[in-house]
């Protein structure tokens, strides 16, 4: 069975800290897809990324970046200089199959404070 | 273009009443998928439709929960008799095709059961 954890459930930072956002997962397969999507206060999941599991080229987008290790099955997520517009919950998630369900972290709550 | 839309945004209903939920896709989106989070939990996976089978229903909690999805466009959630332990955030998600996998999320329906 798959199953990803996301250990931090509260994170709080000082605006312009880095924070690094933690995601391990665990399946038996050798083809998957992970993903992070954030929740703003408003509600919505709003898609962040998506890798497959061959591709474990770490990715940088502005002040977003993801370490993928399949050696440790991590797929971790950094954001460099937080701003307050950071602030919401973050969910790191696993598919094993192309358009099959997601499986999610509990979620990570990111307060950055002024 | 729009995404995915969800109605209502909040319902609150007294134990053993009868909800539907609605959900509308992105335009073109052959696949749709319920999720649901309790009591601030991972958000777990219902359902999944392709067009107007349903792929995946294998996360249907009970037979109190029933979806549709008519002409392979917007899809319903019913949940008769509403119980306690069915309070949450429902929400759906959309795909183009299996290929492209990435799902992007409406902003929930928050139901709440007394």
């Known amino acids: 069975a798959q199953k990803v954890t996301q250990a931090q459930t509260e994170i709080s930072v000082v605006e312009k800290e880095d924070v690094t956002l933690d995601c391990v997962y665990e399946?038996?397969?050798?083809?998957?897809?992970l993903f992070w999507y954030k929740q703003p206060p408003s509600g919505e999941l709003v898609f962040l990324i998506r890798?497959?599991?061959?591709?474990?080229q770490n990715e940088i987008s502005g002040r977003y970046s993801w370490n993928f290790q399949k050696s440790t099955s991590s797929f971790n997520f950094t954001i460099t200089a937080s701003q307050v517009v950071d602030s919401a919950v973050y969910f790191c998630?696993?598919?094993?199959?192309?358009?099959?369900?997601?499986?999610f972290g509990e979620g990570t709550q990111l307060t950055v404070n002024p | 273009e729009a995404g995915v839309t969800q109605f209502p945004s909040h319902s609150v209903i007294e134990k053993g009443q009868t909800v539907t939920l609605r959900c509308d896709p992105i335009?073109?989106?052959?696949?749709l998928y319920w999720y649901r989070r309790v009591m601030g939990k991972e958000i777990k996976f219902l359902l999944h439709f392709v067009k107007e089978s349903k792929q995946d229903e294998s996360g249907m909690p009970n037979n109190r929960f029933l979806a549709e999805r008519t002409g392979g466009t917007y899809s319903t959630l019913k949940v008769q008799p509403a119980e306690l332990e069915d309070s949450g955030v429902y929400f759906c998600a959309s795909s183009q095709n299996l290929r492209t996998d990435t799902q992007y999320f409406g902003p929930g329906t928050r139901l709440t059961v007394l």
């Open positions: 335009s073109g989106h052959d696949n």
């Open positions: 998630a696993l598919s094993e199959t192309s358009g099959s369900r997601l499986t």
């Open positions: 399946t038996r397969d050798t083809t998957y897809y």
């Open positions: 890798r497959n599991s061959f591709d474990e």
